[in-house]
């Protein structure tokens, strides 16, 4: 009789070792959205700015009169042409979005930076960080 059950015991270990995990995990890191906005091009061109632009810089473009609008964007156009011919290709626009993404993201690094060093000595203790992030809780 317990041999049988020992059997048993044996035979459910196996399969419950053997079984693939049901919970299914993410391996592929993905990258951070363009922009938060919703991409609708038929309500607005909100999700094109921020891509382009940066959320920051569309910010103040927001703020502008159409005319200082289109001198400031040629003046970023002309940034963008990188071979200087007079006209931005698929690869020159995919270049300047990466850029200003990552210019973005360097920005909220040193923002987020100094929010953390609270004796501003260039360095972020551990103490530094824990009350920063966590100490509304302590």
């Known amino acids: ?18 079984a693939k995990p049901t919970e299914r995990k993410e391996r592929v890191v993905r990258e951070a959205p363009l922009s938060a906005r919703e991409h609708d091009d038929a309500q607005s061109f909100d999700y094109d700015h921020d891509a382009f632009l940066g959320a920051e810089e569309a910010k103040s473009f927001d703020q502008l009169t159409p005319e200082e609008s289109k001198e400031r964007l040629g003046k970023i156009v002309g940034k963008i042409d990188e071979d200087g011919d007079g006209f931005v290709t698929v690869e020159e626009l995919k270049a300047w979005i990466k850029f200003a993404q990552k210019r973005w993201i360097y920005e909220d ?9 609270l004796n501003e000595d260039g360095l972020v203790s551990w103490e530094e960080y824990k009350n920063a992030t966590y100490g509304y809780i302590l």
Request: net charge positive.
């Open 1 to 18: 009789m317990v041999f049988p059950r020992l059997l048993l015991c044996l035979g459910v270990w196996a399969l419950c070792g053997s």
């Open 109 to 117: 690094v040193e923002r987020q930076w100094k929010g953390h060093d």
